[in-house]
Every structure is written in structure tokens, then in C-alpha cells.
């Protein structure tokens, strides 16, 4: 059933006033998402969207983590991004980084009196796995920053002849106008000959309506990564299949926040007690 929004005239032209701000994209709900179908874990040890592991699913326990110990395991992740500083205005710092009461909490400005480079002035956390992954079920439950900051659970490599990103989680609900935004996106930015030959960046963006406020509790987010296609999963319930064209590529995890003026996400003086929580990670591949 397709999500339809109503509005009274008055209200219509405000709302369609906010968001044709050139900084934010105009909603395009492509449906809403049915909460009632949430599915209850049962087992840890499978995905959430699979509790009886009918196709067969073998935890990683190597390269999952729970988030359980006093520090980030360094031989899993990198503690901040070694290839990426940040978007401006928020640069990536390692003291935005904790593992507090089992979870991973990743804040902002926690940087203390450093100075930071040009053009930066807020800074935020990141961390990035070490192991590649090509194909396999990935998920996390986490509960996204309420601030003006994009939470970000995604995955990417970046290299000279091929760099795809599929962004399992990328929202910024901490803005009012972003709370029920829940998005999904792959793209190709380059892709080598025998991979479907991309010199110029392309993504395949949908929007889907979440009738609850994501910023408000703990979410479980999950993908479904094979040869033949793309799957997106929030709190067990399928919402996105696309076909797999092109991500083909091995990828690393990642963490993160960010700033992003598409999303109206950029650093408010105001709100700078703003959290990203991460319960777990873990990843599955077929027998």
C-alpha cells in the first residue's frame, strides 16, 4: 500500500516551501513501511529477517562484534578512517569514538582543544572494519543520533579502477523534517571494464516512509548482499530488493556521522550532546 500524504492547502504550500530548501530534497516516498510486520528475534545467531535460518546462514563470529569490551578491537576496525578526514564543516576525530555499557556511542566535539584543519569545525567519530566482504548478510542495531548529524551504517571501497558504496542506513531524523525519512541508496562511482565499464557516478536513490520517529528508539538494520541482488531490511521487514548490476566489488563496513547539507544535516552549537548508539555488528555468509 503506498504511503499518500494529505494536507490542507496552507499547510501543502508550507511544507512544500521547506523542502524545496536547496539543501534538502523534495520527499518522494516511493511507499511507508509496515511496522506491524517487526519480527521478534528469537536467536541471535541468525538474521533477524531469517530467525529459523532457512537459507542456511553462518555467523562470522570472527569479524562480528558486540561491543562488549572496554575498547574498540583495533584488530577488527580501524578506530577512525585511514583514507577520509570528513566532510566540511565535521572532521573525523578518534575521541568521538567509545565502547560504553556494551555498545559502541559515537558523539560530537569531543575533541577537547585541538585544532582542527581548514575549513573544519565540528568534529564527529568513524570506524571502519578491516575485513573486506564480498557478499553475505549484514546487520546492526542501532539507535540513531538526534541531532543534526547523518548516522551512517554503510558500506564501500575506494579504489582507482572501481568504488561502489551500498548505504544500508544513512538517515538524519536528529532534523524534524527528517524523522519519518527512512533512505536507501546504492551507487557506483567507477567500475572496471569486465564490471560494467562506469566512468561517471551513478546512484539508485528510494525514500520510504517509517511511521515511527527513527531517532526515538533502537533500530535493527540489515542487508542482503548476493550476485543476483540488493536487499534492505529495517527490524526484520523487507522493504528495498534491487538487482545486482554491479556491486561486485569486496567492501569494508562502516560507522559513522557526518555532516551532509542534502540532508539539512549541518552542526548546530545548540545540540552538540547528540549520540549514535550501536548495539552490535554482525555478519553471515552462505553455507
Known amino acids: 500500500m503506498k504511503y499518500k500524504l494529505l494536507f490542507v492547502p496552507?499547510?501543502?504550500?508550507?511544507?512544500?516551501?521547506?523542502s524545496q530548501d536547496l539543501t534538502i530534497p523534495p520527499k518522494n516516498y516511493v511507499d511507508s513501511v509496515k511496522t506491524e510486520h517487526a519480527v521478534i528475534r528469537s536467536n541471535s545467531e541468525f538474521p533477524l529477517s531469517d530467525q529459523t535460518n532457512t537459507k542456511q546462514w553462518e555467523l562470522l563470529k570472527k569479524y562480528s562484534d558486540e561491543f562488549d569490551g572496554k575498547a574498540i578491537n583495533e584488530k577488527r576496525w580501524y578506530p577512525n578512517n585511514p583514507?577520509?578526514?570528513?566532510?566540511?564543516?565535521?572532521?573525523?576525530?578518534?575521541?568521538?569514538?567509545?565502547?560504553?555499557n556494551g555498545e559502541l556511542v559515537i558523539r560530537v566535539n569531543q575533541h577537547g582543544n585541538d585544532k582542527l584543519p581548514s575549513d573544519f569545525t565540528h568534529t564527529t567519530g568513524f570506524?571502519?572494519?578491516?575485513?573486506?566482504?564480498?557478499?553475505?548478510?549484514?546487520?546492526?542495531?542501532?539507535?540513531?543520533?538526534?541531532?543534526p548529524w547523518v548516522s551512517g551504517f554503510w558500506m564501500t571501497n575506494v579504489g582507482r579502477d572501481w568504488w561502489t558504496e551500498i548505504d544500508i542506513c544513512e538517515n538524519?531524523?536528529?532534523l524534524h523534517y527528517n524523522r519519518h525519512d527512512l533512505n536507501s541508496n546504492i551507487h557506483v562511482f567507477r567500475a572496471p571494464k569486465d564490471k560494467g565499464d562506469v566512468k561517471k557516478h551513478f546512484s539508485r536513490t528510494k525514500k520510504y516512509y517509517f511511521p515511527e520517529e527513527l531517532q526515538a528508539d533502537y533500530h535493527v538494520w540489515g542487508l542482503e548482499w548476493t550476485p543476483e541482488f540488493i536487499r534492505f531490511y529495517i527490524d526484520g521487514i523487507l522493504f528495498?530488493?534491487?538487482?545486482?548490476?554491479?556491486?561486485?566489488?569486496?567492501?569494508?563496513?562502516?560507522?559513522n556521522c557526518e555532516s551532509n547539507k542534502w540532508f539539512g544535516a549541518l552542526p548546530d552549537d545548540n545540540r552538540l550532546d547528540g549520540e549514535y548508539h550501536v548495539k552490535y555488528f554482525r555478519?553471515?555468509?552462505?553455507k
Do not use: C
Not at 10 to 18: E, K
Not at 84 to 98: D, E, I, L
Not at 136 to 143: H, L, R, T, W
Not at 242 to 254: C, D, G, I, R, S
Open 127 to 147: 570506524i571502519k572494519s578491516k575485513k573486506q566482504f564480498l557478499y553475505g548478510y549484514f546487520e546492526a542495531e542501532v539507535k540513531l543520533m538526534d541531532a
Open 83 to 100: 583514507k577520509w578526514k570528513g566532510r566540511p564543516p565535521t572532521y573525523f576525530h578518534g575521541a568521538n569514538v567509545s565502547l560504553e
Open 283 to 286: 555478519a553471515w555468509k552462505l
Open 172 to 174: 538524519a531524523p536528529g
Open 10 to 18: 496552507a499547510l501543502f504550500i508550507t511544507f512544500l516551501t521547506q
Open 240 to 255: 528495498r530488493e534491487a538487482k545486482n548490476t554491479h556491486w561486485h566489488q569486496p567492501l569494508e563496513v562502516n560507522f
